[in-house]
C-alpha cells in the first residue's frame, strides 16, 4: 500500500514537471535531461526489487531520480543554454523556415487588438508604417486568425497544440509590427518569454502580460491619452521606459528583490507610486505589476516619445 502511495506520488510529481515545461514555466528541457539520464531508471527499478519490502526505500528512489532531473536540468541550461533550451534531443540543430504574416489596412479601420499565445520564445513589436500588422516567426506550428469588422480588427496567433510533446518552442523567435493609425490594445499569454516591446510610435490603450518567468522591456509613448500596462508573471526581470511629460501610476503586488521607485522622488500611496504631475499630464500611463521575485526599472525620457 505504501509503495503505491510513493509510485503514485512520484508519477504526480513527473506529471507536474512535464506539464510546467508544456506551459513554458521551465525554461530548460526536461526531454534532453531524461535522455542524458535515462540509465538511472534501471537503477531505481534495481533498488525498488532488491528493497521490495521496504516501499519507504522505492519512493525515495524515485524523488531522488526525479530531482536529479531538476538539478541537473538546471545546471546544463546555465552552462550551455544554446543546447538546452529547446525541446528534444537535437533540435538545436533544427532550421525552420521563417514564416511571414501581412494585413493590410482598411479605409474604416481605428480599433486594434493583437492577441499572443506563444508559449516560450523572444518576442519583438515595434511600429509599421504601411501595413496594419506584420509578422515573421521561426515557429513552424503557428496559427494565425484574422477578424475585421469595420473599425474593428482583431488578430490572433497562437501555438498549435502538439500533444504533450514540446516542440523547441523556447527557441522560436517572434517578430510584430504594428500600424500607428489605429489604436491597440496587446494582450499576452505566454510562458517564458525575452520580450522587448517599442512602443513608442504606436498608439497603445492596453498592454496585458501573463506570463512564466520573464524578462521583459518595453518603452510606451505618450500617442494615446490614456495608457494602462498590467504585468502578471513569475520571476522576473523588468524595464519600463515612458516620457518625463506622461502622468504615471505604479501599483505593485509584487516581492521585487529592487526596484528605483523610491530614487524617482514621487508621491507614495498606499500600494502605489504616482508622478508628481499625475494628476496635471495630457498623457496618463497607469502601471499594475503582480509578479514574483524580480526586479522592476522604469526609466523617464527627456522628451515626449
Known amino acids: 500500500m505504501k509503495n503505491n502511495m510513493f509510485i503514485g506520488l512520484a508519477l504526480i510529481a513527473a506529471g507536474l514537471l ?89 479605409e474604416d479601420i481605428k480599433n486594434a487588438k493583437l492577441s499572443l499565445e506563444l508559449g516560450a520564445g523572444n518576442i519583438t513589436v515595434a511600429s509599421e508604417s504601411n501595413k496594419l500588422l506584420s509578422a515573421a516567426t521561426t515557429n513552424p ?83 494615446q491619452k490614456d495608457s494602462s500596462i498590467s504585468i502578471d508573471s513569475g520571476a522576473s526581470d523588468i524595464s519600463i521606459t515612458v516620457p518625463v511629460s506622461s502622468g504615471v501610476r505604479v501599483s505593485l503586488d509584487a516581492a521585487l528583490k529592487s526596484n528605483n521607485l523610491d530614487s524617482l522622488a514621487w508621491i507614495k500611496k498606499d500600494d502605489y507610486y504616482e508622478s508628481p504631475n499625475y494628476d496635471q499630464a495630457e498623457n496618463k500611463i497607469n502601471i499594475e505589476l503582480n509578479t514574483g521575485v524580480g526586479n522592476f526599472q522604469l526609466t523617464q525620457t527627456g522628451e515626449s516619445i
Not at 160 to 175: I, K, V
Not at 190 to 195: E, L
Open 18 to 106: 512535464l506539464g510546467l515545461y508544456n506551459l513554458g514555466y521551465i525554461s530548460w528541457s526536461i526531454w534532453m535531461a531524461i535522455a542524458d539520464l535515462w540509465p538511472l531508471v534501471f537503477v531505481v527499478i534495481g533498488v525498488s526489487i532488491i528493497f521490495k519490502h521496504k516501499p519507504w526505500v522505492n519512493g525515495l528512489a524515485w524523488i531522488v531520480f526525479l530531482a536529479s532531473l531538476v538539478a541537473y536540468g538546471f545546471y546544463m541550461s546555465s552552462t550551455s543554454p544554446g543546447t538546452w533550451r529547446s525541446g528534444l534531443p537535437g533540435s538545436q540543430f533544427r532550421e525552420y523556415q521563417e514564416r511571414s504574416f501581412s494585413y493590410d489596412y482598411g
Open 141 to 223: 506550428y503557428i496559427e494565425s486568425n484574422p477578424v475585421i469588422e469595420g473599425e474593428n480588427a482583431s488578430f490572433e496567433f497562437a501555438t498549435e497544440r502538439m500533444g504533450m510533446m514540446p516542440m523547441g518552442r523556447d527557441s522560436y523567435s517572434y517578430d510584430f509590427r504594428l500600424g500607428s493609425k489605429a489604436i491597440w490594445d496587446i494582450e499576452v499569454d505566454c510562458g517564458a518569454i525575452d520580450s522587448n516591446l517599442d512602443l513608442t510610435e504606436i498608439p497603445v490603450s492596453s498592454l496585458d502580460i501573463d506570463s512564466g518567468a520573464a524578462d521583459i522591456e518595453i518603452k510606451i509613448g505618450s500617442l
